[in-house]
């Protein structure tokens, strides 16, 4: 999930989550160590029965992959996008 449009005009940096729920054990180290406090742990379940991250600011998000480097499972990782100069 990306920052919308005016999001992206307005700054820097942005990022882009990419999250493999199938991989995710809940541990919710991601959604803790997140600086700008933009995962929480979904409502549903993944296969393995356990809730795995979701996204729910990304406008907030800034692409530091502290998420992924977290991650005990690799189940998650950020990059971070330049925005574009009109
Ligand atoms: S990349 Fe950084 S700001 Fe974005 S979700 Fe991961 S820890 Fe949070
Ligand atoms: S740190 Fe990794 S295993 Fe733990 S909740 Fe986040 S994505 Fe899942």
């Not at 989550?17 to 803790?32: N, Q």
């Not at 393995?48 to 406008?59: I, N, S």
Request: aromatic share 10%.
């Amino acid at each position: 999930m990306i920052a919308n449009e005016a999001e992206k005009k307005t700054k820097k940096v942005y990022g882009e989550v990419y999250i493999d729920r199938e991989r995710c054990k809940g541990c919710s180290f991601c959604v803790e160590f997140c600086p700008p406090r933009c995962l929480e742990l979904d409502k549903a379940y993944n296969a393995k029965g356990y809730h795995p991250p979701a996204l729910v600011r990304p406008d907030d998000c800034n692409g530091c992959d502290l998420c992924g480097l977290y991650c005990p499972d690799f189940s998650i990782f950020a990059v971070m996008i330049k925005a574009k100069k009109d």
